[in-house]
């Protein structure tokens, strides 16, 4: 069993950038494929990007590809989410997922979650 913590969050005008963290302990960090979702106010949790156990393969949603990279350091536990270029639609609690299937997009499979990190984008 893997446990996940996001961290990283916060306010941040339209047009900058954050990165968020996502740390993980009791488990073989590098046998799980990660993803990230975000959920906005008052809507569902929805999928935004995805990486394989190596880091070799990566899947992100249309509405963010060429702002968001995600990557991951499997001696640091770590995965990560690059967000640039932030506009107010980005708001929303990211939460990072983690399975050993590789291939999700849905809130399905993924197995296990952390509690997520706020994000504000102000205009």
């Known amino acids: 069993q893997v446990h996940l913590v996001e961290s990283g969050g916060g306010l941040v005008q339209a047009g900058g950038s954050l990165r968020l963290s996502c740390a993980a302990s009791?488990?073989?960090?590098?046998?799980?494929?990660l993803a990230w979702f975000r959920q906005p106010p008052g809507k569902e949790r929805t999928f935004v990007a995805r990486i394989n156990r190596s880091g070799s393969t990566t899947y992100d949603v249309d509405s963010v590809k060429g702002r968001f990279t995600i990557s991951r350091d499997n001696s640091e536990n770590t995965v990560y989410l690059q967000m640039n270029s932030l506009e107010p639609e980005d708001t929303a609690v990211y939460s990072c997922?983690?399975?050993?299937?590789?291939?999700?997009?849905?809130?399905?499979?993924?197995?296990?979650w952390g509690q997520g990190t706020q994000v504000t984008v102000s205009s």
């Open positions: 997922a983690a399975d050993q299937t590789y291939g999700a997009t849905s809130t399905r499979g993924y197995r296990y």
């Open positions: 009791g488990g073989a960090f590098s046998w799980y494929n």
